[in-house]
């Protein structure tokens, strides 16, 4: 069966700190991943979705970039963090055919 | 731009009775609707699912309606009981420039009062 793993679970970082998330994927082959974050009180906002190793799209302009070295591993990183980096970050996984997407535990990154 | 919107951001509901969620889209690329709940500190787990070719689907309590002249879709929960209480959010899926792209609403919180 198929699972996804995030971690950490919970980070505190300083203003101007790097960021290093990291997101594996297990029992499945080729997936299409994705970052998501919850920013507090609001929705789930698409950061970034790759469809194979090397490939990344971006969403939105911002303070982040991610990577994918692997083809089950999807990595969300930032030189240096902004305090409007902070929210609950997720990362995703589905098929080709994006009938079903799962999704990993969740990272609550705050920047102090 | 928002292209998947749930317009409500909380709807309150009495146990046993029918909760009706909403959403709305504005891209007709997307094939593919899914809903999603959520609790505090844990990620989505998948709910229902619908086929841009098909009207409706259910699921035990769970009925996913798609209106696609309107770009509308639902999520009707019948009965609905306290652990339904979370989250919801609205997903939509469409083939992009890149590759396939999965867009989720803001969504909204449903609390059923027991």
């Known amino acids: 069966s198929q699972t996804i793993h995030q971690w950490p679970a919970t980070l505190v970082q300083p203003v101007g700190s790097p960021l290093s998330l990291e997101c594996t994927v297990e029992?499945?082959?080729?997936?299409?991943l994705y970052w998501y974050r919850q920013a507090a009180g609001r929705g789930l906002q698409l950061l970034f979705y790759s469809v194979g190793i090397g490939q990344i799209s971006s969403e939105v302009p911002q303070n982040l970039s991610a990577s994918r070295p692997q083809d089950r591993q999807f990595i969300l990183s930032s030189k240096k963090l902004l305090l409007s980096d902070s929210g609950f970050y997720l990362c995703?996984?589905?098929?080709?055919?994006?009938?079903?997407?799962?999704f990993g535990q969740g990272t609550r990154l705050t920047v102090v | 731009d928002q292209q998947v919107k749930q317009n409500s951001p909380s709807l309150s509901v009495q146990e046993g009775r029918i909760s009706i969620l909403n959403c709305d889209y504005t891209n007709s690329m997307f094939d593919y609707f899914l809903w999603y709940k959520k609790y505090p500190a844990e990620g989505p787990t998948f709910l229902i699912s619908?086929?841009?070719?098909?009207d409706k689907n259910e699921d035990g309590r769970f009925t996913v309606f798609l209106n696609k002249s309107a770009k509308h879709l639902s999520l009707h929960i019948v009965p609905s009981q306290p652990g339904d209480s979370a989250v919801y959010f609205c997903?939509?899926?469409?083939?992009?420039?890149?590759?396939?792209?999965?867009?989720f609403g803001a969504g909204t919180i449903l609390r059923v009062k027991s």
């Open positions: 619908i086929s841009s070719i098909k």
């Open positions: 995703a996984w589905t098929g080709y055919a994006n009938t079903e997407a799962f």
């Open positions: 029992g499945t082959s080729n997936p299409n």
């Open positions: 997903a939509a899926s469409a083939k992009w420039r890149d590759g396939n792209k999965l867009v």
